[in-house]
């Protein structure tokens, strides 16, 4: 138990332990699961710190490891202990498989990387871009060995061959090309009728390609020559061995020996023909991507069986690979890259009342605190009820019911002691005072539909994502206040205060301030405002962690795994946060003399 709760505690809290081992107590122990031995051990020594009382798990969960970039991720490719992963940042990054630690940066391309693979024997890597370039990189040195032109559209699918001679890359722009690595040009271009989304060689038949698109997967030579039977579109890898295909085509999987082209096993697995799927080392399992979550199967026996279910992204898995025979590794739309445990238990969620139901029971669309001096926490669900929380309790108070079912686009706020919910449905913005079960107001909505919407803190505008709009209205007069044009799309909105609002896009986070004068109310300010605790201490929301305000010292750290903080609240002694990841975190901060 101990060197288990010690290695878990060290890959989940790694960052922030790298840059301050004194975080080990400040915020890894106070984070650790209620079972553990070490929060057992250490929970007599934590008095003096922030002090979780709301959304500590009880166990370890299966991931123990999560990276956040600030870009989408595409690829990632592993090569014992090396991962490699490429995003909308330009940049190659390399990570330990182990830690998850960065240990280098490969700068080349001038675009998005969408397609990375390693060579065989780990000493090379090839990357696939929307610059229309294929780049074949030194692993030693991480300098570009040769640059290939050629693609008239992004690149992207990249393989290389068993023997590292050949280059396959599969292009937006319809066609194949095989490059000869050694001379560095195009030998082969095998034109198609659709885009060939992937392609690879088999790994120990450096004589045929595989490649894949939404219509077709078929096989071919090194010599342009299709070969062997034709597949319905769908997603395909090779095991480490060569000798097993495994074949996704829509809901149906089938597993065939590579040589007799027997079927070895089939079942059918509920999930979208453009998520990824990979072998384990041994050939033994088989991970299938679900959208935000994937699967792994184990087939063995005469019948396959599911073994786990892996959930913790936010969106759809871009990739995924096996780290090692119980390790894999995930890459997400929702800019992280996860690392997980095959065999481990999964977390649950604290109830304190066994007839409550615990906060993270359902995504909640909007959180807040109702008092800064009464801890009840109102969040809206999607099922039409205001759930009013006690948070010493740990259980719902009240339920008040709203006319909203089924909608997810809400937002809920204490105003003038009303709990006021509004929510989007048919072309209107809807506010309805929840105390006293009445509807308000209603703003029509002249374009487009509405995909987010809050209201200020301060309960004077309601703003909402509109298309490509940001567009905001006097919530009492119904009269339009401004609107702002984005130049990039975003998931969500997050109104501050009175006037303000910030939204993330692929860029990072921005900000505007409606209530400055006409002509200038788009104003950006960089960053999603901060929670002042005091004179000393500051709520960083976008990174979730508490700060120093003289040193810049950090003090306080929510590991990754959380995602990013969609709604934070402080009043009084409590701090409320509720993730992307969908679990909602309470703080208690009055044992602790930092606050």
Known sequence: MWTNDIQRILLEHFNTISNSPSHLYHSALPLSPSSSWLYECYIAELSQEVRVVEGLPVKWGMCSRTILLNEFIYTLSCWNNAVAVGSSQRDIIIFDAITGSQTAVLPGHTDWVHSLTFSSDGTSLVSGSLDKTVKLWDMQTGGVVKTLHGHTKMVRSVSISADSTTIASGSEDRTIRLWNIQVGECYQIIEKQDVPYYISFSPKNPQTLISASDTTVQQWDIDGHKVGPTYGGGQFAFSQDGTQLVLC???????????????????????????PCCFSPDGRLVAIGDDEKFHLWDITGSHPHLVETFIGHTDYITSLAFSSPSNLISASHDRSAKFWQIGASSTDP??????????????????????????????GLPDGVIKTWGILAGCSKRSPQIPAQGSHTSNIQPIDNK???VWYANGKINIWDAENGKLLQTINVPRGEVTDLKVSGNGSKVFCLCGEFICAWDIWTNKAVGKVKLILPVRGVYAIDGSKIWATDASGPHGWDFGTPAFSFFQLYTGPPDITLNDTKIWKRYMFRMQDVVTGKVVFQVPE????????QFGGQYLVASFMSKEVLVLDLSHTPLV
């Open 249 to 275: 085509i829509g809901c149906d999987v089938t597993v065939q020996n590579i040589n007799s082209g027997v079927a070895m096993a089939k079942f059918n697995a509920a999930r979208s023909s453009s998520n």
């Open 350 to 379: 604290v109830v304190t009342d066994p007839k409550s139901t615990p906060l993270t029971s359902a995504p909640t669309r909007s959180l807040t605190l109702k008092a800064k001096n009464r801890p009840i926490i109102p969040s």
């Open 419 to 421: 709990l006021i919910f």
């Open 561 to 568: 795994r959380f995602g990013g903080a969609v709604h934070v």
